[in-house]
């Protein structure tokens, strides 16, 4: 039976009223981060630019990637692909490029090394360029990308920079679990009022794209001194913000497109890969990660679930029933909104409470592979990171 004046009514409702603002303040992070836009051209000579691309077992992307690398407008630029041994047809798919690049084939994993960190560190011993350029594989490049962010990072002054591009999904799993991810990870990092802070201690990079000077990138080591990071890129991000540098992200979705993932099994795989080093492997962090994780994708919808049953039981409406509608309602508000902000299909947002439990578990079980001394794995290797 309905009463206002409970316990339950009042702690009900306040939770609603936080969850409520909390969405608020937060589905509009994406809104923080600048725009990569059109800037007055400099009448100085463009530095070279080396474009670094570290790529393994990318048969079905690589080709378009490097395509586009290929047509960017900026006049002054090496390409150097870097093979991490792949074992699928990117080997064969690399030989079609004779002209403009350079394509190295990794030596052996070293001790100690992630496979990504390795294939960039030797892209970056072979470059020239005054400016570095790492991109992934799965990345398209419109042609005035490059101008544009160069000429960005020249009159602001900035020292690395990097930018996020438009994701692109296709498949039931990634327009249904993606947004719910994207949308957890980017509430916790921060938006950029807290990313383009001098002052903040917030610094996160994708590696997507990660413009930086090669001054810059000696100076705190390279991926030499990150080179057992998972999270390589928002370490370096770090390292950048803790030397007083100037560090930027900018929202690249109108000249950068990437497809992470095509299935399930790879959103899971990477997720949980990169899921614990986010907290920094921390225990306690993690813990209170997914604590809010459940109360912003789970608990809801069982609040929702008591109310239904304890309504078909009394015949009648009661505390649980109404907040659990309002809460669920909020719950799946909140990532409908940013879906739109994102330009993303929003339909699957109504399976959140399916979603929002893939989501918890890919926490949870990232944290015991990592305690366990499980490692991760990802593109056929197996990493176990340095823990705190």
Known sequence: ???????????????????????????????????????????????LVSIIVPVRNEAGKVGACVDSLLSLLYPNKEIIIVDGNSTDKTPDILKNYKTNVTVLSESNLPKGWIGKNWACHTGYKMSKGEILLFTDGDTLHNNNSLTLAVETMKQNGVDMMTVI????????????????????????????????????????????????????????GGHEAIRNEIWEDSKMARKVRSLGLKMRVFNGANVLTTRLYTSLVEIWDSVVKNNFCLSDY???????????????????????????????????????????????????????????????????????PITGTIYLGIMMVAMLRNKLGLGVSWKGRKYIPNQK
Do not use: C
Not at 7 to 32: C, H, P, T
Not at 165 to 188: D, G, H, N, T
Not at 299 to 324: A, E, K, M, Q, R
């Open 1 to 47: 039976m309905l009463n206002i004046f409970s316990i339950e009514f009042m702690i009900l409702g306040a939770y609603s009223l936080a969850l409520l603002v909390l969405s608020v303040k937060n589905i509009f992070f994406i809104r923080g981060y600048p725009v990569l836009t059109k800037v007055s051209t400099s009448s100085s000579a463009s530095p």
């Open 165 to 220: 591009p438009r994701m692109e999904m296709i498949s039931f799993w990634e327009k249904a679990l993606l947004p719910v991810v994207s949308q957890m990870i980017a509430e916790y990092i921060g938006g950029g009022e807290k990313a383009n802070n001098d002052r903040s201690k917030t610094a996160w990079a994708t590696g997507q794209y990660i413009l930086i000077q090669r001054s810059v990138y000696e100076s705190i």
């Open 282 to 352: 921390s225990v306690l962090k993690h813990l209170i990660r997914i604590a809010d994780a459940f109360l912003k994708l789970q608990l809801p919808f069982l609040i929702l679930i008591v109310g239904i049953v304890t309504s078909l039981t009394n015949l009648g409406l009661n505390d649980y029933l109404i907040w659990g509608f309002i809460l669920s309602f909020i719950a799946i508000g909140r990532v409908f909104v940013f879906s739109r902000i994102a330009r993303w299909e929003s339909k699957f947002v109504l399976i959140l």
